[in-house]
C-alpha cells in the first residue's frame, strides 16, 4: 500500500472511533493535533509519514479511558499498523510514540527520542494551551464530575504519574496541575513560539476568572 493510502485508511478508522467522544478527545481534536504536527514538521524537516500515524493514533487507547493502563495505546496502535505492508521501523517509531507522548504529572520527565515524537508531542500539548486548552479542561472536568473551581482545594504538585492520575479535583487546578507547566517543556523552536502566546491568554483567563469570582469585575 502506498503510504497516502495507509495514512488515508488511518484516518478513516481513527475518525469512526473518535466521532462521538465527549471529554474533549474527539475526532476534532485528532485533526488538530494531525494539522498542527504537519505545520511544525514543514519547519523542522521531519519525516512526515511517521508523524501523520504517530497523530492520528496518539490517543487511540488513552491511559484514562482504560483503567490507568498505560500499555494498551502502543498495543492497539501496533495491531492496527501491522496490517499493512511496510517497514517495521516505521512501525516501531510510530508505536514508540504513542507509548511516551503523555504528560505525567508536574514531577515526571516525558522526553521523546526522536525529533518526529517531538513534533507531535509538541502539537499535542499545544491543543491542551490557549482558547481551545480552556475549553478542552472544562469539557474533561465536566465529563468527569469535576468542579469548575474549588478554594478550599489548592492544586498538587505530583510528584509520580499515579499522583497525577489520581490527583485533579477541578478544572483550575488543572490549569496549574498541566497546562501552565507546558510552555517550559516544549521541544521545537516552532511548539515553544505557539506555546508562549497561548501561555499568555491562559494568564489572562485566569486573572479575569479570579476578578469575576471576587465580584471585582
Ligand atoms: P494530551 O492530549 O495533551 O495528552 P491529556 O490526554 O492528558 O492531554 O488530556 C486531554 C485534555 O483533557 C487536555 O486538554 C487536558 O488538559 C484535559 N485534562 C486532562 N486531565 C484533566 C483533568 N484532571 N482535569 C481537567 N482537564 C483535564
Ligand atoms: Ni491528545
Known sequence: ????????????????KFNTEGSGHDWWHIQRVWDTALKIAGEEKA????????????????????GGDDT?????????LEQFE?????????????????????????PMATLEGEIVQDADRLDALGAIGIARVFAYAGHKGHSIYNPDMPPQHHATF???KEGAV??????????????????????K??????H????????????????KM
Open 86 to 110: 511496510m517497514d517495521p521501523a516505521i512501525v516501531d517509531h510510530v508505536c514508540e510514540i504513542v507509548a511516551n507522548i503523555s504528560f505525567k504529572g508536574a514531577g515526571t520527565e516525558t
Open 162 to 164: 499515579e499522583e497525577y
Open 1 to 16: 500500500m502506498h503510504p497516502e493510502e495507509i495514512i488515508t485508511a488511518t484516518l478513516h478508522h481513527v475518525r469512526g
Open 72 to 80: 494498551l495505546g502502543p498495543k492497539v496502535a501496533r495491531n492496527w
Open 47 to 66: 519525516d512526515t509519514f511517521v508523524v501523520s500515524l504517530a497523530a492520528l493514533l496518539h490517543d487511540i487507547a488513552d491511559h484514562k479511558f482504560h
Open 193 to 198: 513560539k505557539m506555546a508562549a502566546q497561548r
Open 200 to 215: 499568555q491568554f491562559m494568564e489572562a483567563y485566569l486573572e479575569h476568572f479570579y476578578q469575576e469570582w471576587e465580584g
Open 170 to 191: 477541578s478544572a483550575i487546578n488543572h490549569f496549574y496541575e498541566k497546562l501552565l507547566l507546558l510552555k517550559d517543556r516544549m521541544n521545537t523552536d516552532t511548539g
